[in-house]
């Protein structure tokens, strides 16, 4: 390994599909202190559901902007774990990327790549590397490396074409109506559109499978408790939720619900 | 922002109902670590139930004694987000509290408020303020801002009259019967109650919405596994366990639920 | 208290079954900073089921060799709280574990114990040890201790009798027919066998109560989406998996399904 000129004091954060009910979270932590002592780790989420590298992508673009310059993110959504699909390191915003190459960073290399490697160089994996574990073998030990200060040219060969992933973008017709979907349901119920902020004219009409929302609200308080009310939520997207319910449950809604935007004098 | 005397070791704690399936938290952690970087943040848990104000203020209550003078707690149990309810920061016991003025803090109020400020000044928060979320917006930020040792009085006017919950205590009859209710069940399904060790006399004959449970005991051990027993918990509440087993299940009991103490001579 | 020469700056990991829905954790948390303020403190798992013993047992042997030496292991599953039964602090292999003496460090103190100690110090517990809350009151403070660089020998009289589990091991008749069980279902429904790497033949033919599985697969990706396959996994154990599927609902297996390993020509 080379020397490493800049040790960083940023944080090291972890998005997976692994759960909280087994081990696998707890020793990839266990190698990024055994490889950079002292860590600061952090939890985005464990709960990504089992594959779904479509929510990931989403999360991670959402998230990463909120932590500081220097902050390595691993991102471990990987059904292709033992196949031939590549691992990557990405440097982009000023912040650094650990994931296999299956299109989970599609919207982080929207924004611009700065630099981006195959992880190739097995000095910084761990010495054996199992068949499917590589969240603890390669993307754990790779980050905590480039914590350390190493640099991304030395993780393997520069990589410019990236697997992306095809997301259909909402649709608008002729009369102004967008069509979108539900892409999930957060803890609260409340259901996050792919409809972003800048796409909604101010008195859009909302619908959830037909279901009359009514005009675009500003907060849950617009609306009395028990009453359907859409905004635009605290990420910059469109989101139908119930005042002091559940949105998912009581308009069962779930990822790729019909949501159509219309526009009264359209 | 004014100049910082007394940048602090302590941690950051966080209680919140937002569950580990989004990236709520993972993100209020990212803007804690922007302003401090290094910050210790622990979670004191995430699983309070949605708008549960009542659960998270016994929590916060029984959990803060056992952090360093000088931790700041953070609790985001928050139906009232985007509405004209306050942001409050409170230093009580040599702790700092940071949460809505929503009845949360009611309990570490009573033992004594040392000073307690409403937050208004911007410079504390996030530039953009959402409609809802601010957990990240306002909370977090106000906290790592304590922790690098701003004082309470740089962010907003003084405070003395918090909202306050109106929680029924345990009655007490004639015949010295006491009549307290479950607060909760906790992970083993232990029922934990309101009434507490100083109201309970040491031969306390307990029944659960009629159910005799018997005589007050002083550990697990003393029954036969499957059992149900009564005793003093680990933080001074009646609780009503069955040893190896569930008793919120066994029982049928849940939030509310009746539990009375008889004192046989009474 | 002795005056501590070697403040470790390891790391310290818990490993429960008290679940996520509490403050036991976060408390215990508070507990260890009070301590040994800036405690790097790592979350193993906290979804051990209630009072699983065994499968603590084998989690934290497989963990942990994948954090440094010196680092603090603080292990509670512990269904006999308040009762007789010790509490115990070793180390083996470079590592402390803090546990109750239930069986749980079997696996530990297999290969190896270099020292162990019953805890009976009380200057190394909290004031108040209550009867239900060793966790906070024992292993916490002890844990946080041992980080501190207090020896062994302080906590109490040295002990060299565990208690130990007595757990079936794989059987293998005369045709070489390897007959052993499932452990556990991960996260993902991935099948984890008592049967390890060692013992298994590279052309074993798996069944799994009666099933059919095939010849030991090298990862995921040798099988198509939706089959079943038999894999040596990340920890060296044998692994029941379905592609991209849940091997633990499509089988309907679980804790003690029998697996069979046969070899063609045995």
Redesign the interface.
């Known amino acids: 390994m080379d020397s490493v000129m800049n040790p960083s004091?940023?944080?090291i954060?972890l998005?997976t599909d692994?759960?909280?009910?087994?081990?696998?979270?707890?020793?990839m932590?266990?190698?990024i202190?055994?490889i950079h002592?002292?860590a600061?780790?952090?939890?985005?989420?464990?709960?990504i559901p089992?594959?779904d590298i479509v929510q990931a992508a989403f999360?991670i673009r959402?998230?990463a902007d909120?932590?500081?310059v220097g902050?390595v993110h691993v991102i471990v959504v990987d059904?292709?774990?033992?196949?031939e699909r590549r691992a990557i390191a990405m440097k982009s915003g000023g912040h650094y990327f650990v994931a296999p190459d299956n299109g989970v960073l599609t919207f982080i290399a929207k924004r611009g790549i700065e630099e981006c490697a195959t992880i190739a160089n097995p000095d910084y994996c761990l010495p054996e590397v199992?068949?499917?574990?590589h969240g603890?073998?390669i993307f754990a030990p790779v980050g905590a490396h480039l914590l350390r200060g190493v640099r991304l040219s030395k993780l393997g060969p520069p990589l410019s074409a990236l697997q992306e992933l095809q997301i259909a973008a909402p649709t608008v017709n002729d009369n102004g109506t967008i069509r979108g979907e539900v892409l999930w349901a957060?803890?609260?119920g409340n259901l996050i559109t792919n409809i972003v902020a800048s796409q909604l004219p101010q008195d859009a009409h909302l619908f959830v499978e037909g279901v009359d929302i009514g005009r675009l609200a500003?907060?849950?308080?617009d609306v009395a408790e028990g009453e359907a009310l859409a905004?635009i939520?605290?990420f910059g997207h469109l989101?139908v939720a119930v005042r002091?319910g559940n949105a998912a449950e009581e308009l069962r809604a779930d990822r790729g619900t019909e949501v159509i935007a219309r526009t009264p004098l359209a």
């Open positions: 004091k940023s944080p954060t998005m692994f759960g909280a009910d087994d081990i696998f979270v707890g020793v932590k266990g190698v202190h055994s002592p002292g600061q780790i952090i939890d985005l989420t464990h709960a089992s594959f999360k959402q998230a909120y932590f500081p902050t059904p292709g774990v033992g196949s199992s068949a499917s574990f603890r073998d957060d803890h609260f500003r907060t849950y308080a905004m939520g605290s989101e002091m």
